[in-house]
Structures are given as C-alpha cells and as structure tokens.
C-alpha cells in the first residue's frame, strides 16, 4: 500500500503556512514594516537571487537540495543499520558537535517521545539516545555513568574529521571500548563522515568501522537530510521515508518563481528588508516544546551562513542577523517584556502548531475564586494557542514585526518542510547579501587557534601569532 506521506491530497493538509501580515507597514506601521513599494523596489534582487538559487542547485556547497531525492540505497543501508542497532544495543550515542549535532538533537524532541530516555524499554522500541556536543569533562564522565560501553553504539559524526572537539571524544571512547571488548570494539562504532578527506575515514578503514557518508556539497549546518541525521532518527523509530518526503515537498514550493508563492523567498525577501531596516535580531519562538530545539539548529543555520564580514566582491559588509533562541509560552515570562519595550531591532519568528499530539483538559475547581475558575473546561492546547495569539498581539500592537509558521501537525512529514524551508530561506537570504553562505571563516579560526594552543603541528605560526598578541592587563580585572 502506498504511505500516505505520497498521497496529494494528505500532503497539502500538512502544508506549512507562513503568516507575515505582521511584518508589513499595513500591521506595524511605516517605519517598522515593510511595504508593498518596498518589496517592489527591490524585485530585481529578490528575482536574482531566486535564479541564482536554481542555477547553484545540486553543485557545489548547494548538494543539500537533492538529498531529499538522491538517497534511496543510503536509506536503505541506514534502515538496515538501525534495525540492527535497536535490536542489539541499549544505547545510541552521538559523538559532534554543530551541524553534526544540531539537527539530531531537533528532530528527536519533536518526533519522539519527551521524555524518551525515560520510558521503559518495551515502549521505547529502541535504545537511549544521546547527543554529546561538548567537551566539558564533567558531562563526559556523567555519560559514562548511565551507559555501559558494552551495550552502547557511538556514532562518530565529523564532516572535516578533525574537529578537535569530536576527535577527542571518539579517543576517549574507542579506548575504553578497547579495554572492555578488545577486538570487537570496532563493531560499536559508527563513522558518519567525509569519504574522502579527513583523519576519520581513514581511521575508519583502520579499524574497519561501519561508515556513512557525507556528500561533499552538503555543509555541517545543512547536513541534517543526510546519514547524519538520518541514521540518529532512524535509530529512534522515526520515518526518515517521510521526513524526506516533506522535504521534497516543500523543495516543490520554493521553486516558484513569483515572490508571493514561493514560502521561502518571501521570507528571505522579508528577512533581507528588515535587516536593512536595522533589524539585526531574529528571535524564533516556538510554542511547542516538540519544537524548542529547532531554535538550536536554525541559529547555526541563520549565525553561520550569514553572519560573514565580506561579500562576494571582498568589500567589508558585516552582514547577518543575530539568531536568538526563546519558547513560548516559557519565555513571555522572561524575554517578552524586551521584545515589546527594547530597542526596534528584532523580527520574531513564531512556530505553532494547528494541531497538538495531545489534549490536556484543565478539571473543575476552585469555583470559589472566580479569577483562577475561568481556567476550568478549557483545555491546555487552548491556553497556550491563547497565549501565542495574545503574544502575536501585544508584540503587533508595540509595532514589533512578526511571523507566524504554522504546522498543522507536528510529524515527520512536517518536520522535513520546516527544515528544508528554513535551508531554501537561508540560500535566498544569503544571494540577496551577496555573501558565501557555505563557508564558515570564523569558525574555522576558532579550530586553528585550538590546534594551535593544543600543539598540533602546522599551526606554529598561528600560535606565534597569539602568543604575539597584546597581553592582558591586570589593570582591567578585578
Ligand atoms: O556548519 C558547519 O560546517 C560547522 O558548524 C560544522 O558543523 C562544525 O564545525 C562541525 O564540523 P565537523 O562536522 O567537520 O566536525
């Protein structure tokens, strides 16, 4: 029988809608919204930028845009790993860090279980899942306090495989898996990896570790529709078919070429306007806790490809938007007041949900006390939509710019359009800039100086460099 995820009339139920009436001069006034005029005035940019887009598609750094249909035997291969692994193991660990990382941990919280490490084996299905995307010796040492590298599979995501914060972990691992399994150490390993740059395939082909791939064209940040978020999914009983499916969708969409049909186009167009109008912060705030990771993954993707000191013409820009993480309802009662009363230096983005995978009814009581009484009857899916609408209101009414994407559901299918939207945004975006969205300068800064310090050999002149630069001051520390 045909999914339904492939059936026409299921997938335009689940098509995401972008509300942006709030982001116009009509909603936030003249001077914080952008207007029809404004959008005209710059059609030429935004129909560039569109064809630019279609032209890079599928080369270069922009392979992301054919994973949702160039991967039908690496899914295979990752469905039969996982199969393998929810059968055997007890835990599934991810050794990376940013886009190796990011991605993982979005789609578990919002397509499985909140509290999933937590449930009994029989209804999970499949192993605990971690992601350890740091190197505090702490959190390392609290890992291996609840799992048993015996019963454990880490998968080793680097694209570079040479990050030093993932190398270092994999060290530490793949030792203690020696000491405790000698020569079957190498069978709880898995390397999601470049094939064919970087130390980790090599070592990979020492060892003889399982081995995913990361396509050359397809950069950390955009990687999650590849084996390094495909495989994490699939281990946790997700449908990474339909994932992928709503990926393709949502493809379908972005490539109408009229501004006002294309959902990322005019999102990067809107995005693009208001960073001119001093706009440098974008908060996104979903009103499902499913979803407060994917804040996480986007203000790499937004940080990262945007935020780039020159253009494609060398000049000096300092372009990008800061990303800025907050969840409703949590955050009305901490970071709101700003977004109202603060600077007019923000957009915000809401994420919500048509329909919860719950329903939460508030019982009878207190009938003696009217004021908490009005509560009663309603239902917790009700009280939240209440407060994201009360929110879009009070922010609308201070003449704040605002969006809203709603999801109809929160489900695979869904997941893949929110991802794939927010990547086509972010191509839109940075062509508008004239910037390279796919390189990462001041990242790869921050990796050498590391090297540097840590004596890695071949970066003795960046660490002369820092040991030239000017001392600090005792003057200014107190
Ligand atoms: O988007 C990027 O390229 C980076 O943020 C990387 O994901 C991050 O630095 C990790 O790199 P790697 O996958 O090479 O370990």
Not at 306 to 311: I, M, P, Y
Not at 436 to 439: K, M
């Given at each position: 029988m045909k999914a339904k995820y492939l059936n026409g009339k299921w997938q335009r139920s689940m098509r995401l809608r972008l509300d942006y009436n709030n982001m116009t001069d009509e909603f936030v006034g003249k001077e914080q919204g952008v207007s029809k005029a404004e959008l005209r005035a710059e059609s030429a940019l935004f129909a560039d930028a569109f064809e630019k887009v279609q032209q890079k598609r599928g080369t270069g750094m922009m392979g992301w845009t054919e994973l949702p249909y160039n991967q039908k035997e690496i899914v295979e291969d990752i469905l039969a790993a996982a199969k393998d692994i929810r059968k055997k193991f007890d835990a599934f660990v991810v050794l990376g860090i940013g886009g190796s990382a990011l991605g993982p941990i979005a789609v578990m919280q919002a397509l499985r279980h909140m509290r999933y490490n937590e449930l009994p084996k029989a209804k999970r299905k499949g192993p605990k899942f971690y992601v350890e995307d740091n190197v505090d010796p702490e959190r390392m040492k609290a890992l291996l306090d609840v799992v048993d590298v015996k019963k454990t599979m880490f998968n080793v995501v680097t694209k570079?495989?040479?990050t030093s914060e993932t190398m270092s972990q994999y060290l530490i691992i793949y030792d203690l898996l020696k000491q405790a399994l000698g020569k079957d150490a190498a069978s709880h390993v898995i390397a999601t990896t470049s094939q064919n740059k970087g130390n980790l395939i090599k070592l990979a082909k020492q060892e003889g570790f399982k081995t995913f791939y990361i396509p050359d064209g397809v950069g950390g940040r955009f990687s999650e529709l590849c084996p390094v978020g495909l495989l994490p999914a699939a281990v946790t009983g997700i449908d990474i078919r339909q994932l992928l499916a709503g990926a393709a969708y949502m493809d379908k969409l972005c490539r109408e070429k009229q501004l006002r049909k294309n959902p990322a186009l005019v999102s990067a167009a809107l995005s693009y306007l208001s960073m001119k109008k001093g706009k440098n912060i974008s908060v996104m705030m979903p009103y499902a806790d499913s979803l407060r990771f994917m804040s996480d993954w986007y203000c790499q993707l937004w940080a990262e490809s945007?935020?780039?000191?020159?253009?494609f013409a060398g000049e000096e820009v300092f372009a990008g938007q800061t990303p800025v993480k907050a969840l409703g309802v949590t955050d009305q009662h901490s970071q709101v007041q700003h977004y109202r009363e603060?600077?007019?230096d923000k957009v915000v983005t809401f994420l919500a949900v048509d329909r919860y995978r719950d329903e939460v009814v508030i019982p009878q009581g207190c009938e003696e006390i009217p004021d908490v009484n009005f509560?009663?009857?309603?239902t917790m899916n009700e009280l939240i939509d209440a407060e994201r609408r009360a929110t879009e209101y009070a922010l609308t009414v201070s003449r704040r710019p605002n969006r809203t994407i709603y999801l109809p559901e929160v489900n695979a299918f869904t997941i893949g359009e929110l991802l794939y939207f927010y990547e086509m945004e972010t191509a839109f975006c940075g062509e508008m800039l004239g910037i390279?969205?796919?390189?990462q300068p001041g990242v790869e800064a921050g990796k050498n100086a590391t090297y540097a310090l840590l004596g890695r050999k071949g970066y003795e002149s960046t660490k002369e460099e820092m040991e030239a630069a000017k001392a600090k001051k005792e003057e200014f520390i107190c």
């Open positions: 570079s495989g040479s945007l935020g780039k000191a020159v253009n603060g600077p007019f509560l009663c009857g309603h390279d969205t796919y390189n």
